[in-house]
């Protein structure tokens, strides 16, 4: 009885059929560094080792940034005689496997990236017909985390083709997080929930508030994109719209703030995108805000949602967990303004129970939703708050 108990887990291990993704990997979304948003093709590992050197001493990993991600380019132009991917020896001279290492024994997490396609976006090996070989020679490295993109996929079918890849790492028997990069093409959010622990939504961000180039744009329009998504994200399978660009050039401090606040009330996965190495004190203080970073890494897994546009403004709500909510208000408008919330407004969603206000920003308590509140909020910058159910205000079940 036992031998064939467990030639039925063996089977059930090799089966492809009953393959899935590594479970609980992604219990709140995930948090890290990424290369491409500041260094696009131009890295090598010096600037990982700094960059994680920097990320341990500022505070940031233990705020919560614990995986670092290459993104493209770090390959070599082409694989090798029997096909393996192999790094760029002049970026990567020590390869990936040491800098594996060198970041596990820094106390992060090893993320890499490659393509469903034949290449990548930037023109480097894809993982096409190599899947199950990749998979294995990233569990050999000590990878914890694939990004894959989608470019140069031809006819592919999305579900078919990133199954195969969550298969492959399955079956390479290393726990890695499977983030997909498939812009939100096909939809994910309505079948990548037992593929990947996450997937992009939108095409990529750019360092803007609301510009638009090509199928790049700023957080807002990205922002926009996200109503709707709510209900498609949770614990471990959250929507991604995309990596931060908070610190980077084109956006004022106050749209980097908005920007981090509202990546935290959709429960986004939280990649920040910035040189790290010469970061100023308002950017490391938005990155490390950690009553901001409790309410992205919230328990409940709720993505937020839009509750009301209006002219200058928008307001969006995320339940949390214990009957708590944040709110964002954003001044939408190009000019700072002296923005109320009266709270009659939201008497409906939260069933009549009265909150003490926490403001996530000045670290200051705000009164209670018992009186409408005012804050004067500069252009494009928020209002982030958490709400505390007053003592004995909770409603009766
Ligand atoms: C695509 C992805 C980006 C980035 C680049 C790399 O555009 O959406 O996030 O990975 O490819 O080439």
């Known amino acids: 009885m036992k031998r064939l108990l467990s030639l039925l887990l063996a089977m059930t291990a090799a089966s492809p059929l009953l393959a899935q993704k590594f479970e609980g990997l ?12 500041t260094f696009a093709s131009n890295i090598n590992e010096t600037l990982i080792k700094q960059t994680a050197d920097v990320i341990a001493a500022s505070g940031m990993r233990d705020a919560g940034y614990k995986f670092i991600v290459l993104d493209d380019a770090w390959l070599a132009k082409d694989r090798d005689s029997e096909g393996n991917l192999l790094a760029d020896p002049q970026k990567f001279p020590s390869g990936m496997k040491a800098l594996g290492d060198y970041l596990h024994s820094k106390g992060f997490k090893f993320g890499i ?3 469903a396609g034949t290449r990548t976006c930037a023109d480097y090996p894809g993982g096409r017909g190599h899947e199950f070989q990749d998979a294995r020679t990233y569990a050999s490295w000590g990878v914890d985390y694939l990004k894959y993109d989608w470019c140069n996929h031809g006819t592919a079918n999305a579900q078919e083709t990133y199954r195969t890849m969550r298969d492959a790492l399955h079956a390479a028997g290393r726990p890695i997080i499977f983030s997909l990069c498939e812009w939100g093409d096909s939809k994910p959010w309505t079948w990548a929930a037992d593929t990947g622990h996450l ?6 961000i750019m360092s803007c508030y609301d510009c638009t180039q090509q ?17 498609y994200s949770g614990p471990d399978h959250w929507n991604d719209p995309d990596m931060l660009e908070v610190g980077n050039q084109g956006l004022s401090p106050a749209e980097s703030r908005a920007h981090f606040s509202f990546w935290c009330l959709l429960a986004a996965p939280l990649m920040a995108g910035n040189d790290v190495r010469s970061m100023n004190t308002d950017t490391l203080a938005i990155l490390t805000n950690k009553e901001a970073i409790a309410i992205d890494q919230d328990s409940l897994g ?3 949602f839009r509750f009301r546009v209006e002219t200058g403004r928008e307001i969006w709500l995320r339940e949390l967990a214990n009957g708590e909510w944040a709110l964002c208000m954003l001044n939408t408008g190009t000019a700072s303004a002296d923005l109320t919330i009266d709270w009659s407004i939201t008497n409906w969603t939260f069933k009549g129970v009265k909150f003490k206000i926490r403001d996530l920003w ?3 308590d705000l009164g209670t939703t018992e009186n409408p509140l005012t804050q004067t909020v500069q ?8 709400l505390t159910p007053l003592p004995g205000s909770m409603p009766k079940a």
């Open 199 to 204: 997937w992009r939504t939108t095409g990529d």
């Open 379 to 386: 252009a494009h910058d928020v209002v982030f708050v958490r």
């Open 362 to 364: 000045s670290g200051k």
């Open 113 to 115: 990236y490659n393509c």
């Open 26 to 37: 992604a219990p709140t979304p995930p948090m890290g560094w990424n290369t491409w948003n």
């Open 302 to 304: 709720k993505q937020g």
């Open 215 to 231: 199928w790049s744009s700023g957080w807002k329009v990205i922002l926009d994109k996200q109503v709707g998504l709510e209900k």
